[in-house]
C-alpha cells in the first residue's frame, strides 16, 4: 500500500475533476442569477436555469463519490481523491437529508 498526495489511477483522476466540475457549476449558476431569465414561481424551479445547472452540479458531484469508490478498488490510496470522496458523500448524505426531513 503506498500513500500518495495526487491520485495516480484514472478512476481516482475522475473522482477530483467530477469535483472540480460540481465548483465549476455552482459558480456558474451565478450567470443565470438575473432577472431576465426568472421563469416565474417562487420555488426551486422559479429560474429554470439556475435549477438546471445545480441538478447536474449535484449529479456531477455525487459521481465523484462513486468514482472514488471505484478507485479504492483499484487500491488508490491517495489524499485529493479521499477529500473529492468524502466531498461527494457529503453532497449524497444533503441531498438525503433533504428528501427524508423536508422543512
Not at 449558476?29 to 431576465?36: A, D, G, I, Q, Y
Request: aromatic residues 20%.
Amino acid at each position: 500500500m503506498r500513500f500518495r498526495i495526487y491520485p495516480g489511477t484514472s478512476p481516482g483522476r475522475w473522482s477530483v475533476a467530477f469535483a472540480l466540475g460540481f465548483f465549476i457549476l455552482y459558480y456558474a449558476r451565478r450567470l443565470v442569477m438575473k432577472p431576465e431569465f426568472h421563469t416565474g414561481g417562487e420555488g426551486f424551479f422559479g429560474n429554470m436555469p439556475a435549477a438546471i445547472i445545480m441538478i447536474s452540479a449535484f449529479l456531477v458531484g455525487s459521481l465523484s463519490f462513486f468514482a472514488f469508490l471505484k478507485s479504492l478498488f483499484k487500491k488508490e490510496f491517495s489524499l485529493i481523491a479521499f477529500i473529492c470522496g468524502a466531498f461527494g458523500l457529503l453532497l449524497i448524505m444533503f441531498a438525503a437529508g433533504e428528501v427524508l426531513f423536508p422543512h
